[in-house]
Nanobody
Framework: QGQLAESGGGSVQAGGSLRLSCVAS????????MVWFRQAPGKQRHERLG??????????TYADSVQGRFIISKDNAKNTLYLQMNSLTPDDTAMYYC?????????????????WGQGTQVTVSS
């Protein structure tokens, strides 16, 4: 059974940067479409926002709110997904999750995913 494990979250001041990691086990991320989601405080699970995705061919997409600030990447040899977050604002405060699906590469939360991680908290103070 595959698993995803996020790390790298923490507390940072506005304008700062963080890099999140998502290590996969029991699956090869090269065979999956990978997405970073976030769930802001007070939001429900179904309101998770897909902030960035990377396809099997390394095509990336971003939510408008993070375009130009966040960079999604992956290292297939390390079986690890990354999210470089720059110019952070308090609006980026959320629990961040990585997810994997073998066929669906969109950022819409409503589509089921094969695997989800447990999340890593990011808090940005002003």
């Amino acid at each position: 059974q595959g698993q995803l494990a996020e790390s790298g979250g923490g507390s940072v001041q506005a304008g700062g940067s963080l890099r999140l990691s998502c290590v996969a086990s029991g699956l090869s991320i090269s065979d999956y479409c990978m997405v970073w989601f976030r769930q802001a405080p007070g939001k429900q699970r179904h309101e998770r926002l897909g902030v960035a995705s990377i396809n099997k061919d390394d095509t990336t997409t971003y939510a408008d709110s993070v375009q130009g600030r966040f960079i999604i990447s992956k290292d297939n040899a390390k079986n690890t997904l990354y999210l470089q977050m720059n110019s952070l604002t308090p609006d980026d405060t959320a629990m961040y999750y990585c997810a994997a699906d073998s066929t669906y590469c969109g950022r819409w939360y409503g589509h089921p995913r094969h695997y989800w991680g447990q999340g890593t908290q990011v808090t940005v103070s002003s």
